[in-house]
């Protein structure tokens, strides 16, 4: 099964980003020295989970997005438009580093196809530790046929299915060891678009929430206990990236 290797945020003010989730999340960022770019890595523990840049182009908004591995990137991106889905961005090469591809699913979710060129396997942490990416979610236009979609282009197995009344079904899926995470079609009155959201582990939620409202966040779903242990919650960061956070302890 192919699963999510790396999340990156696009913002219209590095600085500021930097700034933000350095002090929320405790990441260490640095610039990763490219050349011709500026992206900044971000770094939990001495390893490399993420990274930021400015927009590819001026009118995109804020956004996380998950860089889900590929074996053959341009396979995977023809299949995917086979599947429904649409290629923003088609294949293309970054010099010394990866090939990748910007696509979304039928729904419209983004997400980036992606084969670096390196073939050093990610290191391994235990779950929850703060600084790494805990949890993946994606709101569907209609989740049974985004999981079909998935399912089809990466081998993602279903697991629980969560009964949540009037907002339907949360769908669990798996996608490797430790990668796990929950799909649901989304709820008429929430205004967004269809997106994959990523929930970042935090030493505790109640402070980190405390670290982001002081930062200028907005939260928009308070810290709640979610099935099988944990706390979450959901914020927009101060530039209108929407991220989320989860903790073992409140």
Known sequence: ?????????????????????AHVIGWTIRDSGMP????WLLSANGIDVGGMMSPFETN???????????????RDAA????????????????????RFAVLADPSGAGFILFKPISTE?????PDGTPGHT??????????????????????????????????????????????????????????????????????????????AKDKGARVVMEPMEVPGGGWACQCIDPLGAAFSMFSNTK
């Not at 396997?121 to 942490?125: A, D, E, F, I, R």
């Open 79 to 98: 299949r995917a438009v086979e599947l429904g889905g649409k290629i923003y961005r088609p294949p293309q090469d970054i010099p010394g580093v990866a």
């Open 134 to 211: 805990g949890w993946r979610e994606l709101m569907s236009g209609n989740w049974q046929t985004a999981f079909a979609f998935y399912e089809a282009l990466f081998g993602w197995k279903k697991t629980e299915a969560m009964d949540m009344g009037p907002m339907g079904t949360y769908q669990l899926f798996e996608t490797g060891p430790g990668q796990t995470g929950g799909m649901m079609t989304k709820p008429p009155q929430d205004p967004s678009p269809p997106h994959w959201n990523y929930y970042f582990n935090v030493d505790s939620l109640s402070a980190a929430v405390i670290r």
């Open 121 to 125: 396997q990610p290191k391994t942490v």
């Open 1 to 21: 099964m192919s699963k999510f290797i790396w999340y990156d945020l696009m913002t219209p003010d590095l600085a500021a980003s930097r700034d933000f989730y």
């Open 60 to 74: 995109m908004p804020p956004v996380w997005t998950g860089y889900i591995h590929s074996n053959d990137v341009d």
């Open 36 to 39: 011709g770019t500026t992206y």
